[in-house]
DNA sequence: CGCGGCGACGCAACCGATTGTTTACTCTCA
DNA sequence: TGAGAGTAAACAATCGGTTGCGTCGCCGCG
């Protein structure tokens, strides 16, 4: 956190330059070869020669199903425990019929702004599968090419899937449809057929636009949010909730609602629209549009909050430094990812998961809306 | 692309509310059922059952290793093909002790103004790596906790590793090297023992900072970067080649270096330091950082570039609404990617892979710095 | 003393492929 | 006609584990 001041003498060597040398091959085993101690890729068999027990028994004493004397299971163990020996995945999948892997499907086109969503949410995810002993299979989706996610499926690598993000009518979703492979989607469907883990965006944005119009706010205006995420459509859910809660236009409540902007010539346009129409709030769908929003705004020397207010979801760091601070909606999307993968090993082993779950969020009030600062 | 003005009427439904069904579990193959003709997980050995022929047959059919008939061959892949058979990749690894995966290490804490380098990243690797028939998993490291790492190669889950950061002290490259497992990193590494693929940051860098000094600046300020990153030993080389070439401390050159600033508050402390004595240039080393110095300078009053010039690198899309727009250094990182992936199949072949191989830059020359437009 | 029961463990088949070795067959040429 | 060469395909072992079933020894009990 502390900076440290350096003068540009040369304090650092340089990557560039000359060949090197490379990695060995992967010694695979030779066990006849007496030099070097490799005793690297035991194997079960090899336990239960040095022990004068049989592969079974090796077996059951690591995986501590079947009977067996404690003894034994102990000999075992310190063995195993001596030489480090760890069991090959790959092995055991075959003959379990599993892969002990977990695919994640990552939209490879995202938005910039949804970055920081997907790596939260993969970290989740890593550190839940991680745990349970399983690894994770990444496949990235771009458009309509779900050729990644086919050759995992295809070749069986893993037992199951979480989706990173639910569109209206999702390719992916439909493919693991059909090939009957378990899943569960971070983000809510059209249909609730499907296995579902979701921050409640809905009360999330109604929550914000009480607020606003708590405040005495009467035009509001919602910018951004690809029409074709479902996630859009339960935040504009929400918005409406609060509309109709006010009584809607008959009482003199405005909205206005802009889909799909997401650079910063369009973004531009609409918000000088938004101000020639007066608009009191806007609320940006995420806190990247949020920082074209404020910049279109400053560069036209308008005045936030007390011109127009500005919120926004995410609560990314990317915002950190503006001025004034940004009302933004936070959620914990690493608990998004945990949750989503704990869901999918309830579904693995058997045991019925919930069909939906709604994780919650926190709306952080700060100087750009929603905090007074203006007189509305 | 363009913006579709929606009014608050309930266009769409949400997503919260019951709950649902699930997906099946995956069917597992139970030959003599007959109903619902579930035909999955043909195995080599059903084919070679139908077919009349040993599944060694079937198995060279397939591989085209091994002398087969012609027509017996094509009578193989037709059924192949009609009942899209995909042979089973786990146990083909367990045979040739291969897995046909790849892993990819990612920092878990990355700051979020990496984050599009790491998306592009990982693009380029998952498309080289799917196109030749791998899939990769993902293991993401935090600090220096590498568990995720050491699990996927305890477990033997990968036959190599690319890295895609590089630290100077670097934990996941120090583990692989004792495991003795393949692997490529992408950025450049302290000694020159590794395969690594990286851009030349320090000719980009030093084509930056030489088109300053053309322009008769004298005074430039390096801020950001992480010192244990290895790029920022490169990038710091580079602006010292610039700074020499220019006849350095000398000539009257004045350079200031400020390594491991990350927060808005610590940015603003050093901006303004930097506006004190008269710096004629901020150059960023990422563009998130460029951000935090930009709003720094606007809400200080301070005009860009009449007063003070700022160059950034990544030129990602983020710096895109700015006024004026900046100049910036654009690198190709999903092909860095792929590079990295291609290397590392080099070494997987047995086929020695260059050493060290860089890539290219291209120096975007915008309003913000260096365009000529103030007197320096 | 004989027998049932039980706990501990081994045998061997199996998961779904690959691959070195053998066998069967055809063709050629002496 | 038969040996030798050459090709096509099958056999069986193997990769490193799991698992249903069988065996063995030991104990208690009638």
Same mark, same amino acid.
């Given at each position: 956190?502390? @900076?440290?001041?350096?003068?540009?003498?040369?304090?650092?060597?340089?990557?560039?330059?000359?060949?090197? =040398?490379?990695?060995?091959?992967?010694?695979?085993?030779?066990?006849?070869?007496?030099?070097? =101690?490799?005793?690297?890729?035991?194997?079960?068999?090899?336990?239960?020669?040095?022990?004068?027990?049989?592969?079974?028994?090796?077996?059951?004493?690591?995986?501590?199903?079947?009977?067996?004397?404690?003894?034994?299971?102990?000999?075992?163990?310190?063995?195993?425990?001596?030489?480090?020996?760890? &069991?090959?995945?790959?092995?055991?999948?075959?003959?379990?019929?599993?892969?002990?892997?977990?695919?994640?499907? =990552? &939209?490879?086109?995202?938005?910039?702004?949804?970055? &920081?969503?997907?790596?939260?949410?993969?970290?989740?995810?890593?550190?839940?599968?991680?745990?349970?002993?399983?690894?994770?299979?990444?496949?990235?989706?771009?458009?309509?090419?779900?050729?990644?996610?086919?050759?995992?499926?295809? +070749?069986?690598?893993?037992?199951?899937?979480?989706?990173?993000?639910?569109?209206?009518?999702?390719? &992916?979703?439909?493919?693991?449809?059909?090939?009957?492979?378990?899943?569960?989607?971070?983000?809510?469907?059209?249909? @609730?057929?499907?296995?579902?883990?979701?921050?409640?965006?809905?009360?999330?944005?109604?929550?914000?636009?009480?607020?606003?119009?708590?405040?005495?706010?009467?035009?509001?205006?919602?910018?951004?949010?690809?029409?074709?995420?479902?996630?859009?459509?339960?935040?504009?859910?929400?918005?409406?909730?609060?509309?109709?809660?006010?009584?809607?236009?008959?009482?003199?409540?405005?909205?206005?609602?802009?889909?799909?902007?997401?650079?910063?010539?369009?973004?531009?346009?609409?918000?000088?629209?938004?101000?020639?129409?007066?608009?009191?709030?806007?609320?940006?769908?995420?806190?990247?549009?949020?920082?074209?929003?404020?910049?279109?705004?400053? +560069?036209?020397?308008?005045?936030?909050?007390?011109?127009?207010?500005?919120?926004?979801?995410?609560?990314?760091?990317?915002?950190?430094?503006?001025?004034?601070?940004?009302?933004?909606?936070?959620?914990?999307?690493?608990?998004?990812?945990?949750?989503?993968?704990?869901?999918?090993?309830?579904?693995?082993?058997?045991?019925?998961?919930?069909?939906?779950?709604?994780?919650?969020?926190?709306?952080?009030?700060?100087?750009?809306?929603?905090?007074?600062?203006?007189?509305?």
């Amino acid at each position: 956190m502390e @900076n440290t001041p350096v003068f540009a003498a040369g304090i650092f060597g340089d990557g560039s330059g000359l060949q090197g =040398m490379r990695c060995g091959s992967a010694g695979r085993r030779f066990k006849t070869e007496n030099q070097c =101690m490799e005793e690297k890729n035991l194997t079960i068999g090899d336990i239960a020669q040095a022990l004068g027990v049989s592969k079974t028994t090796v077996s059951r004493a690591m995986s501590g199903k079947g009977r067996i004397g404690e003894e034994t299971r102990g000999r075992v163990l310190a063995y195993v425990e001596a030489h480090n020996y760890s &069991p090959n995945v790959v092995a055991q999948g075959l003959a379990q019929n599993k892969t002990f892997n977990i695919g994640v499907v =990552m &939209p490879g086109d995202s938005n910039i702004s949804e970055l &920081p969503f997907f790596q939260n949410c993969m970290l989740g995810i890593c550190r839940t599968a991680s745990a349970a002993g399983y690894d994770v299979l990444i496949s990235m989706v771009t458009g309509e090419d779900i050729s990644q996610l086919e050759r995992a499926v295809a +070749n069986r690598k893993v037992d199951g899937v979480i989706l990173t993000r639910t569109l209206t009518e999702d390719a &992916p979703m439909r493919y693991l449809r059909e090939k009957e492979v378990p899943f569960v989607a971070v983000g809510s469907t059209e249909d @609730n057929e499907a296995v579902q883990v979701d921050n409640d965006h809905r009360s999330a944005c109604r929550e914000l636009t009480d607020r606003l119009f708590a405040q005495g706010l009467r035009k509001i205006a919602l910018i951004g949010g690809d029409e074709r995420f479902v996630v859009t459509g339960s935040r504009l859910s929400g918005f409406r909730d609060a509309v109709v809660s006010q009584g809607g236009a008959e009482a003199g409540i405005r909205t206005d609602i802009t889909l799909n902007v997401s650079d910063a010539r369009t973004v531009e346009q609409v918000v000088e629209r938004l101000v020639r129409e007066e608009t009191e709030c806007i609320v940006c769908m995420d806190d990247f549009l949020c920082g074209c929003v404020l910049n279109t705004l400053q +560069n036209r020397q308008i005045a936030v909050p007390e011109q127009i207010q500005v919120a926004s979801f995410y609560d990314s760091t990317v915002l950190e430094s503006r001025l004034p601070s940004v009302t933004s909606i936070r959620f914990d999307v690493e608990e998004l990812g945990r949750k989503a993968c704990e869901q999918l090993f309830h579904i693995l082993n058997g045991e019925e998961a919930g069909g939906c779950t709604l994780l919650g969020y926190e709306v952080c009030v700060r100087e750009s809306a929603g905090s007074g600062k203006t007189a509305g």
